[in-house]
C-alpha cells in the first residue's frame, strides 16, 4: 500500500476504464485487471466460501455481486490486480502497481437504443396472485420485480453510465462489477473495524408529484416499512454488542423519496462483513415477510430469474471489513443488450396501477443514464 497522495477528484478514474468500481459520497474504490476469479456458488453458505477464498489471497480486496436466490448460480467475487483508493484527502494504491492503471480516455457516446421487451403484463399477472397470496394470510408482504430488456446500436460504454448514475445519484452507492451496473440508494451493511451501519428502505414516492409525496404517511408504506426495518434489526442483534436503531425518516435520493431507518453498532469481535451480509440477506425490503415464504412465492409466481437484482453488491477485504448495497436501480449489460430491473412491496392494501407507476419512476436513474428518458 503506498502512502496517501494528492490526487484526482473522486471519479476522475473513471476515464481509465477500471474493471470494476464501488463509488459512494466521497469514497471510490476502483480495480484494474483480475489476479482472481471466485464462483462461490449456490446454497447458504456462499457468503463463507467466499470469505474463505478472499482469506487464502492475504492483503487482497474482493469486489462481490450475489444473486438474489441462493439457488441461482451467477455470483462473483473478483480480485484485481490492482486497487486504487480516491477520497477527497487523496489516492493511495491498496495492491498492484500505479503505472498498471491505463491512461484516461474521452468518455465514449451512448449509441441508439429502444425498449425490445417489457414484462408489464406478465408482472401484473403475477401482481395479482402475489395480493391473493396476502389476503389469504400466506405472507404478510411480498416484493415483486419486473424487468425491461432494452438493444442498442453498439456496445454499451458501461463508464459512461456509471458516471451518468454518479451525476444524477450521488447520494447512493455506485457500482460496476462484471457487467452489473447500478446505483442503489440502500446500504445493507458496513463494517469498519468494529463499527457496524445498516439502512433499511421500504416505502417510495416520486418527488417530483406533491401529492405522492403524501403517502408515505399513509399506513400501507408505515407497515412495509415496519417489517423491512425489523427484519434488519432481527438479523444484526446476534452479532453486534450494542445496536441503536434511529428513528424512521424521510430521506431523498435525486427525483425518490423513500422512508428509512438507520442502524449504527458495535460488531461483537471476530465478526466478518460476510457474516453480516449472510445474516441479513435476504431482508424484507426486497423479499418479503415471512422471508421464506415470500421468497417461495417470488420462485413460483415471478416468472424470471432476478440474477444479481436484488443481492447484495459490494467490497470487502481479508481483514473482515467491508461495504455492501443492495443492488437497486441497476442494470445487466451485455454488450449492447441491457436487462433493467425494479421492483416494489406489496402488503394489504397495494393499489396495483399505484405499484406499477412505482417501478415506473425507481426505472428513470437507469434510463437517463443509458440516455433514453
Given at each position: ?7 484526482p ?11 470494476v468500481a464501488?463509488l459512494?459520497?466521497g469514497m ?7 489476479s ?16 474463505e477464498?478472499?482469506e487464502?489471497t ?7 455481486t450475489?444473486t ?10 473478483i480480485i ?10 487523496g ?8 503505472t ?12 441508439p ?8 403484463e ?7 396472485l ?21 438493444a442498442?446500436d ?9 458516471q ?15 457487467g ?30 406533491p401529492?405522492?409525496s403524501?403517502?408515505?404517511?399513509s ?8 417489517l423491512?426495518a ?7 442483534l ?7 436503531r434511529?428513528p ?5 435520493f ?13 460488531a ?8 453480516l451480509?449472510?445474516a441479513l ?5 426486497v423479499?418479503?415477510?415471512p ?30 471489513d467491508?461495504?455492501?448495497?443492495i443492488a ?8 449492447p ?5 425494479t ?5 394489504d392494501g ?10 415506473r419512476?425507481?426505472?428513470r436513474?437507469?434510463l ?6
Open positions: 500500500m503506498t502512502n496517501l497522495e494528492p490526487g477528484t473522486v471519479t476522475e478514474p473513471l476515464r481509465s476504464r477500471p474493471d464501488w459512494r459520497h471510490a474504490l476502483f480495480g484494474w485487471g483480475e482472481r476469479r471466485i464462483d462461490p456458488g449456490t446454497g447458504s453458505d456462499r457468503f463463507e466460501r467466499a470469505r477464498a478472499l487464502a492475504p492483503g487482497s480486496i474482493g469486489f462481490a450475489f438474489f436466490d441462493e439457488d441461482e448460480p451467477g455470483s462473483v467475487v484485481p490486480e490492482t486497487v486504487l483508493e480516491v477520497t477527497e484527502e489516492t493511495r494504491v491498496l495492491s498492484g502497481e500505479r498498471h492503471i491505463p491512461p484516461a480516455i474521452a468518455q465514449v457516446a451512448m449509441p437504443g429502444r425498449v425490445s421487451a417489457d414484462d408489464k406478465s408482472w401484473r399477472s403475477a401482481m395479482d402475489a395480493l391473493q397470496a396476502i389476503a389469504r394470510g400466506e405472507v404478510e408482504k411480498v416484493v415483486l420485480s419486473r424487468t425491461v430488456e432494452m442498442f453498439a456496445d454499451v460504454p458501461v463508464h459512461h453510465v456509471a451518468e448514475l454518479l451525476d444524477s445519484q450521488g447520494r447512493s452507492h455506485t457500482f460496476l462489477i462484471d452489473l451496473v447500478g446505483s442503489s440508494p440502500e446500504l445493507l451493511v458496513s463494517k469498519h473495524g468494529s463499527a457496524v451501519r445498516s439502512v433499511s428502505l421500504a416505502g417510495s414516492a416520486d418527488r417530483t408529484d401529492s405522492a403524501a403517502s408515505l404517511n399506513q400501507k408504506m408505515a407497515v412495509e416499512h415496519s423491512a425489523d427484519s434488519v434489526e432481527e438479523a444484526l446476534p452479532f453486534c454488542t450494542r445496536l441503536e434511529q424512521s425518516r424521510v430521506e431523498t435525486a427525483d425518490i423519496h423513500h422512508l428509512a431507518t438507520g442502524f449504527e453498532g458495535e461483537v469481535l471476530g465478526t466478518h462483513v460476510t457474516d451480509v449472510a440477506h435476504p431482508t424484507a425490503a423479499a418479503g415477510t422471508t421464506k415464504a415470500a421468497v417461495e412465492l417470488i420462485r413460483e409466481i415471478e416468472g424470471h430469474g432476478r440474477g444479481r437484482y436484488a443481492g447484495p453488491v459490494g467490497w470487502m477485504d481479508a481483514d473482515g467491508g461495504e455492501f448495497a437497486l436501480r441497476c442494470g445487466e449489460i451485455r454488450g443488450l441491457v436487462t433493467l430491473y421492483g416494489v412491496g406489496l402488503v397495494s393499489d396495483p396501477e399505484a405499484e406499477l407507476e412505482e417501478t419512476i425507481k426505472l436513474p437507469m437517463r443514464a443509458l440516455g433514453l428518458s
